[in-house]
């Protein structure tokens, strides 16, 4: 597949070719990485993950509750990309409502694996990710309310980047966890990842969390040849596979010899990452899941009264995982567990947050894995605790609002994708698409 910069270069007839060879060769590869082939605009062709308006596209966010509902607007991401030679083209299949590590939620059935067909792409962007990886897209859109861009890339072997809380619109992305969500590129490669982030990246009126100062483009101005020091906590990774610590182990080795400065460093509130993110992403979404109640969106059920409407469509349209997550986040929120559960977790995000800070004092990245392990099997991680758990080394930069990149650096024996995450200070993407570019 050509890189994006290259499609950068191409006419609007070459470009026109390409958007057909894609969606023949999507609909022939069984992947289930497109759940829709609609267009809109002119230009080199990004796939759009479910949850991200695109005006007149039907957007499910991967739920059967959103099904029938056109966007009435268009998010400032797609817009901007717009600006800039592009143009949305297809849907991503995701995780329903982006709440899993796997892609199996969603109601469109499970996307699989281009390097193992009987493995997941991750999640939720797993969509975005294997139809990068499997050569049916130039380059993705994702979302990351807490590693469903870094993950999906790291188990297809692709590049992928969560931006800075606050440093890409959020306005149009249907809100998960809204405080820890953000839009970010899956591309083949480091320089096409910077390239979309230009593109959507900037200030926006519609996002109150949106951050007012500008930040120069990185694509033309990356530099490999930076040396950085970089932090690494031997006791976290320890947790992972085998395999993923050989690779780790042996990314060090190669950025030490390419010149850069290791220090070992010790955090000692990662092992409450799960349990923070969990409360408080939970507590979000039953916030947010509250507006799909049959009236105003998407599929309405069968009732005779009003009630019974909210119940039944609800009842209806929501899959068990959202279900398990409206309930946790509910329970976590309800008077008698606020303070216990929630204004708890509240109170670690910040520690959590701080002892990032810290290790920034003196480095410029941290370098972590993804995953404790390769991409699963379908079907393999059907307990939601041990799902959760997958998410242990991403979770954490969304909750300090961190930027963080994961890039591919290897195969294990069984010949399936090894990525690792570098991760920044807030707003120092310059920084982190250096170090990436470094190590490919
Ligand atoms: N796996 C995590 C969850 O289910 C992260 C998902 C995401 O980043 N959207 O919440």
Redesign the pocket.
Known sequence: MITLKEALTKSAEELAILRQELEAKAKESGLNAYVGFESSGEGVPILIKDNIQVKDWSVTSGSKILQGYIAPYEATAVKNLKAKGMMAFGRANM?EF????TTESSCYGPTKNPYGEERVPG???GGSAAAVAGGIAIAALG???????R?PAAYCGCVGMKPTYGRVSRFGLAS??SS??QIGPITQNVEDAAILYDAIKGHDDKDSTSADFEIEDIANNLNPDVKLTIAVIDSYVEAADADIQKAFADTVAKLEAAGHTIVRREMSNTKYDIAT??IL?TAEAATNLARYDGVRYGTRAESKTTEELFYNTRSEGFGEEVKRRILLGNFVLSSGYYDAYYVKAQKVRHLIRDEYNKIFEDADLILSPVAPSVAPKIGALHDPLE??KS?MY??GV?LAGLPGISLPVGKNSEGMPIGLQLIAKAFDEKTLFNGAASME
């Open positions: 995780d982006a709440m899993g590590s999640g939720s962007s979302s990351d309310t807490g590693g469903s861009i993950q998960y966890a820890l969500d993110y969990y992403a799902m959760y998410d991403t979770l969304n």
